[in-house]
């Protein structure tokens, strides 16, 4: 029996440890814990521990805790890469650089912008994915800097990214889907933000996820290519309203679903429930786009959607606001979205 114990034991472990996943040999696993018990105290140092370009994938099970003192970056030699969390609110990837005037390179605060370089300091966020292949499962992923200007939770240039039951947390840009192509699907995830916090260029299929907005503000900016089929797809989403926003005159105004930000924005919201406070204009802004209401290259589609503000008989007379039709709609599958040229599908797993 004793040669048995610490393999039952092994065993066990993993059952508590990754309980959505069978031991699957094509995959390696790395522990993360802040009071010592893991592999390593730091995510980042995790993540520089793997081997280049591996088709294997790599699991980094985070347990819980604030991990808020290191601006995180997966490089794009960094591939296959899963973080699975213990628990959403309890496992929290968080920073608080901000862009701004001045600072150290327009980062602030400054001595904290100081103390990262290159690629992890491109932006704000407080993760920046460049590596294809990403998977998230149980993370909070937050920016804390508040109502001050671009703040991200998190920046995603990488393709082909799956997250389950994650949270993005900021204020302004919360996410950035900055890279033209580039695939990324979110299943029951939460999204917070005011202002153009849902932004870019990506793709991005959101299948029941919550978007909660402060008041004020835009839910999203795209500027998606003139010959890309899809940008943002919002797919059986809730759209809900946050009081006790940072700025507390946010709480007393409407929210709207976007604005242009460059190129010919594409975005979809599909059999979603709009809860109030959503702008019944939808879009009332250009934001210096001028050919954006009389370009049929905007596709900003709505279908069968639920709730108080999802009538859009008020939305802008723009040419390419509208309500797509039911064969339409079929093309905005999950597949289809997100086949791409390799016919890539996210590998959806089964619970």
Not at 102 to 115: L, Q, S, V
Not at 174 to 181: H, I
Not at 320 to 329: F, H, I, K, S, T
């Amino acid at each position: 029996m004793k040669t048995f114990r610490p393999f039952l034991l092994i065993i066990l472990l993993a059952c508590t440890f990754f309980p959505s996943y069978a031991i699957n040999n094509s995959e390696s696993y790395i522990t993360v814990s802040l009071d010592g018990t893991g592999n390593f105290s730091s995510i980042q140092e995790a993540i520089n521990s793997i081997k280049n370009n591996q088709e294997k994938r790599t699991v980094i099970f985070i347990k819980n805790g604030l991990y808020d003192t290191e601006k995180i970056l997966i490089p794009e030699d960094k591939t296959n890469i899963t973080f699975r969390g213990e628990s959403r609110d309890k496992t929290i990837i968080s920073y608080h650089i901000y862009d701004c005037k001045g600072g150290f390179n327009n980062k602030c605060p400054a001595e904290d912008a100081a103390k990262w370089t290159g690629q992890a300091i491109r932006t704000s966020a407080s993760i920046t994915i460049q590596g294809d292949g990403f998977q998230a499962e149980n993370i909070t992923f937050q920016n804390t800097a508040g109502a001050v200007g671009q703040a991200l939770a998190i920046f995603i240039t990488s393709d082909k990214n799956v997250f389950y039951n994650c949270a993005f947390l900021s204020y302004q840009d919360t996410m950035l889907l900055g890279k033209d192509q580039t695939r990324s699907y979110f299943k029951n995830c939460l999204i917070l933000g005011r202002t153009d916090y849902i932004y870019g260029s990506g793709i991005g299929f959101f299948d029941s996820c919550e978007i909660r907005s402060y008041g004020g503000g835009w839910i999203t900016a795209p500027s998606t290519p003139k010959k890309q089929n899809y940008g943002f797809v919002f797919y059986k989403c809730k759209l809900t309203f946050a009081n006790n926003s940072p700025r507390p005159k946010d709480d007393n105004q409407l929210i709207s679903l976007g604005r242009p930000w460059h190129n010919y924005p594409k975005v979809a919201w599909i059999k979603c429930e709009m809860g109030e406070k959503i702008n019944p204009v939808g879009w009332p802004t250009l934001w210096h786009m001028e050919y954006a209401p009389t370009s049929k290259d905007l596709h900003l589609y709505e279908y069968k959607n639920t709730g108080v503000s999802s009538d859009i008989s008020q939305r802008a007379t723009w040419a390419g606001l509208r309500e797509l039709m039911p064969d339409e709609a079929k093309l905005y599958s999950i597949k289809n979205v997100l086949k791409g040229n390799d016919n890539w599908i996210a590998k959806l797993q089964k619970r």
